[in-house]
């Protein structure tokens, strides 16, 4: 669908973007994040045919944008960060103005404008004058210019940027429609936006691409360990030493120190358990492999009426491993509930700090997962990808 190679743009004495290679099928949302000054949007300007590269080529659909711009640029719709609009125009007359500025056959104009008045929820509004509208319905208007010719791509530039948090769910909304029968490429500055909207991301910094990949496999390819954050009731010392046991457990941290009704009420289960002579009482303190098997701890072991301590911990595992069957299996055979239980990874914002900020990704990507230890597979111009499809320096 897309195809940028090793294009370059050169500013006066300034690099705007050096060497940006990657292609986009039919289908994909590709989020484009990077931080001020990065280079996305001169890379969506060149795409969309408005700046020239310097070196490098662009192919829509196999349509080169040096040799055939025209046709190359109707197979594309660009918003850019500020919506091209009139704002003396009414809505009805900038999208006829549109319709005729791309050549939109006269026949199919009034059933076109009508499909994007509706598909963009501007009904009612068609004689309303643009510069009465709010931010959002501006922005509407920007994606209904952006797609009135029906084209393959849409590239938008910091769609959501300026909306207040009604319009920007609004919008993603819109753009999630879109993504079920256009290309998209989307540039933003909110990170979650990316985890909703997006199937790939590309990461842009001083001007390279120094990360291509789905999302969740970002998060999963740099994350160095394997990590469980987990909420127990019951006894603490008891429910350490047992996941410290679990093999393969590296570490067992605790999350949050226990509020002092909780501690009371652990005190009290523990005065409960010992009192029960068929049961012996999780002994605090004691080392996992010397620790004697913790007796079963049902709820109505709290004959006060307190309720049970919760117990919040990180647990890491050694290699990588996922943990979560081996302490489910284990908690509910000593009968101590899990609350919650949620798999840690990265997020996509540490992730885009740890690119942009220059420090070294020193896990999953590109070096322990790799085939090569060659150093020149981590150059910055490889297009070698990890076992989970992600290219790190694309
Ligand atoms: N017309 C221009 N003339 C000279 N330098 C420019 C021009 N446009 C952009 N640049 C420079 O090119 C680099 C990339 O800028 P660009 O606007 O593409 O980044 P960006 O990622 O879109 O940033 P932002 O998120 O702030 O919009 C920056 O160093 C910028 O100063």
């Not at 289908?27 to 949007?41: D, M, R, S, Y």
């Not at 969506?44 to 490098?56: F, V």
């Not at 256009?182 to 199937?199: A, D, K, R």
């Not at 009420?265 to 029960?276: I, P, R, Y």
Request: hydrophobic fraction near 35%; aromatic fraction near 4%.
């Amino acid at each position: 669908m897309l195809e940028v190679k090793q294009v370059s743009k050169l500013y006066e004495n300034q690099r705007g973007v050096h060497s940006i290679d990657f292609s986009m099928k039919r289908g994909e949302i590709v989020g484009f994040l990077g931080p001020n000054g990065a280079g996305k949007t001169t890379t969506m300007r060149m795409i969309t045919g408005y700046l020239n590269p310097t070196h490098g080529s662009i192919a829509i659909d196999g349509l080169s944008m040096a040799d055939h711009p025209k046709k190359a640029r109707q197979k594309i719709g660009y918003l850019p960060e500020t919506p091209p609009l009139y704002p003396e125009m009414s809505v009805q007359s900038y999208l006829q103005f549109i319709a005729d500025l791309r050549d939109i056959p006269a026949k199919e104009q009034k059933r076109r404008i009508g499909e994007v008045i509706e598909r963009l929820g501007l009904q009612g509004r068609e004689r309303q004058v643009i510069r009465g509208l709010s931010k959002g319905y501006k922005q509407r208007m920007g994606l209904a210019q952006a797609i009135l010719h029906n084209p393959d791509l849409l590239v938008l530039d910091e769609p959501t940027s300026g909306l207040d948090p009604k319009q920007i769910i609004e919008i993603r909304q819109l753009i999630r429609e879109l993504g079920e029968n256009h290309t998209v490429l989307l540039s933003t500055h909110i990170l979650p936006e990316i985890n909703t909207l997006c199937n790939r991301v590309l990461i842009i910094n001083q001007g390279r691409i120094v990360l291509d990949g789905h999302p969740d496999q970002l998060a999963q390819s740099m994350g160095e360990t394997f990590e469980v954050s987990l909420e127990v009731k019951g006894p603490r010392e008891a429910i350490l030493a047992e996941l410290r046991g679990l093999p393969q457990v590296a570490s067992v941290k605790p999350l949050a120190e226990e509020p002092a009704a909780a501690a009371g009420a652990a005190a009290s289960a523990t005065a409960a358990l010992a009192q029960q002579p068929e049961q012996d009482a999780p002994e605090q303190g004691v080392g996992a492999q010397e620790q004697a098997e913790p007796a079963a701890w049902p709820a109505e072991t709290f004959t006060d009426g307190a309720e049970p301590p919760t117990v919040k911990v990180l647990v890491s595992a050694a290699d990588r491993a996922d943990l979560r069957e081996a302490i489910f299996y284990r908690m509910a055979e000593l009968r101590y509930p899990i609350l919650a239980m949620k798999k840690e990874s990265l997020s996509l914002e540490d992730i885009f700090l740890k690119l942009t900020t220059n420090e070294t990704i020193d896990a999953g990507i590109g070096s322990g997962d790799s085939s090569s230890s060659d150093d020149s597979s981590h150059s910055p111009d490889s297009t070698d990808t990890n076992d989970k499809g992600v290219n790190p320096h694309a």
